[in-house]
């Protein structure tokens, strides 16, 4: 079989802080974070492209622990 669909993820894989659990009805994967908050959902490409390496807790104290600069993850 070819691998060309970047669209699948497989079970484990890991992107930054989050862990792919399982793909959703809608598209999306409900990934686990390393701070043990697991229900994120995000979509593959954003995962792919590194847009999206924590879950929203995450993300969250890291903006608010460098004030308002925007870090590029
Ligand atoms: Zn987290």
Redesign the pocket.
Known sequence: MMNLAPLDLRHGERFG?LTVLRKLPSGKYRCG?????SD?KVRANALMRGRVK??????KDRVSAKGNTKEKI
């Open positions: 802080s974070c390393i701070c043990g908050y994120v924590f879950c929203r807790r995450c993300a």
